[in-house]
């Protein structure tokens, strides 16, 4: 079973960056696609970015433009660059991998940003 492990969070400033990671377990995984998600608390959880298999990358309106979604396939990683940082940015990020019909999450990191 992979695992994917997020990591990066903590607290930001508006207006400031911070950059997210997911690490997959296995050097062998090869996703369809790595998506990001966020969920806020008392809100639906939201799709936020997604990078495919040929690192064809999306985004939600609400990030585009602020936010990078890259990969490092040498050390399994995806990485979420986030920038000017606004506190509705405020959530659990999520990591998510798709693989036909299966889906792998991760624990979640959360980020908050200070106004």
């Known amino acids: 079973q992979v695992q994917l492990v997020e990591s990066g969070g903590g607290l930001g400033q508006a207006g400031g960056s911070l950059t997210l990671s997911c690490a997959a377990s296995s050097d062998t995984f090869s996703p369809d696609s790595i998506n990001w998600y966020r969920q806020a608390p008392g809100k639906q959880r939201e799709w936020v970015a997604t990078?495919?298999?040929?690192?064809?990358?999306h985004y939600a309106d609400s990030v585009l433009g602020r936010f990078v979604i890259s990969r490092d396939n040498a050390k399994n990683t995806v990485y979420l660059q986030m920038k000017d940082l606004l506190p509705a940015d405020t959530a659990v990020y999520l990591c998510?991998?798709?693989?036909?019909?299966?889906?792998?999450w991760g624990q979640g990191t959360q980020v908050t940003v200070s106004s």
């Open positions: 998510n991998a798709r693989l036909g019909p299966r889906n792998y």
């Open positions: 990078i495919t298999r040929i690192s064809s990358t």
